[in-house]
């Protein structure tokens, strides 16, 4: 089993930038790993992925602002967000996959807000 901690979220207001990053307790290097997001009221949604192979994916909403990246060695995954609007306050989840298999992080809190 994979155990998955998020840290770095926070208050930050409209147009600033935040980094999340999540911590792995075992290799990731074969996973599939991503970041979700869900808002209050709304459905959890895909933010963004990064295979193993490096091959990354955004949602539209983020496309330009958000950067993915692992670090298969320290078994980390991080989420540079940039220019942030008041839509991307949500609780930001890692996410682990291989096949059906899933694992989830406890989910870390950003809310962008004057």
């Known amino acids: 089993q994979v155990q998955l901690v998020e840290s770095g979220g926070g208050l930050v207001q409209p147009g600033g930038s935040l980094r999340l990053s999540c911590a792995a307790s075992?290799?990731?290097?074969?996973?599939?790993m991503a970041w979700y997001r869900q808002a209050p009221g709304k459905e959890r949604e895909l933010v963004a992925d990064?295979?193993?192979?490096?091959?990354?994916h955004y949602a539209d909403s983020v496309k330009g602002r958000f950067t993915i990246s692992r670090d298969n060695a320290k078994n980390t995954v991080a989420l540079q967000m940039n220019s942030l609007k008041p839509e991307d306050t949500a609780v930001y989840y890692c996410n682990a996959r291989l096949l059906l298999i899933r694992y989830w992080g406890q989910g870390t809190q950003v809310t962008v807000s004057s």
């Open positions: 075992g290799s990731i290097s074969g996973w599939t």
């Open positions: 990064i295979a193993k192979g490096g091959t990354t």
